[in-house]
C-alpha cells in the first residue's frame, strides 16, 4: 500500500485527493504547513509527496525544490513528487522544480492514480 503524503492547505484540494485515493490501496496523511514539508517527509516517509501549486506563502514549486535539495544532500529522503497544477500551462515548470509527474486541476481518480504510477517509475529509473 503506497504512503501519500499531501502537501495543500485548500479543503477542496484535501477532499479530491482523499476522494480519489480513499481505497485500502493507499494510506494518505495531511500536511498544510509548507515551511515544514521537508521534515514531513522524513518523519511519515512517504512512497510519494503530492504538491498543491498553491500552499499558504510557499508555492509548490518551492517546496518541490526544497524536498529535491533535502535529498540532493542527504538531508532528506529522495522521494517522487507529484504537482496538482492550476493550469497545464505549468508543466514546465513543475518539471524544473523536480517533479517526477504532475497534473492539473480538477483532475479525475484515474488521472491522480496514473500521475502517482507514472512518479514511481520515474524514482524507480532514477536508482
Given at each position: 500500500m503506497p504512503k501519500v503524503l499531501l502537501v495543500?492547505?485548500?479543503?477542496?484540494?484535501r477532499n479530491d485527493v482523499h476522494a480519489a485515493?480513499?481505497?485500502?490501496d493507499y494510506e494518505v496523511a495531511d500536511?498544510?504547513?509548507p515551511a515544514t514539508a521537508v521534515a514531513a517527509v522524513a518523519r511519515y516517509e512517504p512512497d510519494v509527496v503530492v504538491v498543491d501549486l498553491q500552499v499558504q506563502s510557499m508555492g509548490g514549486m518551492a517546496i518541490t525544490r526544497a524536498i529535491r535539495d533535502a535529498a540532493a544532500v542527504g538531508a532528506g529522503e529522495d522521494?517522487?513528487?507529484?504537482?496538482?497544477?492550476?493550469?497545464?500551462?505549468?508543466?514546465?515548470l513543475a518539471g524544473r522544480a523536480g517533479a517526477a509527474a504532475w497534473l492539473a486541476k480538477p483532475f479525475g481518480a484515474t488521472e491522480l492514480r496514473a500521475a502517482l504510477a507514472a512518479a514511481a517509475a520515474a524514482a524507480e529509473d532514477r536508482r
Amino acid at each position: 500500500m503506497p504512503k501519500v503524503l499531501l502537501v495543500a492547505d485548500s479543503a477542496w484540494v484535501r477532499n479530491d485527493v482523499h476522494a480519489a485515493l480513499g481505497t485500502p490501496d493507499y494510506e494518505v496523511a495531511d500536511h498544510a504547513d509548507p515551511a515544514t514539508a521537508v521534515a514531513a517527509v522524513a518523519r511519515y516517509e512517504p512512497d510519494v509527496v503530492v504538491v498543491d501549486l498553491q500552499v499558504q506563502s510557499m508555492g509548490g514549486m518551492a517546496i518541490t525544490r526544497a524536498i529535491r535539495d533535502a535529498a540532493a544532500v542527504g538531508a532528506g529522503e529522495d522521494v517522487p513528487v507529484v504537482m496538482l497544477l492550476d493550469r497545464r500551462a505549468d508543466a514546465f515548470l513543475a518539471g524544473r522544480a523536480g517533479a517526477a509527474a504532475w497534473l492539473a486541476k480538477p483532475f479525475g481518480a484515474t488521472e491522480l492514480r496514473a500521475a502517482l504510477a507514472a512518479a514511481a517509475a520515474a524514482a524507480e529509473d532514477r536508482r
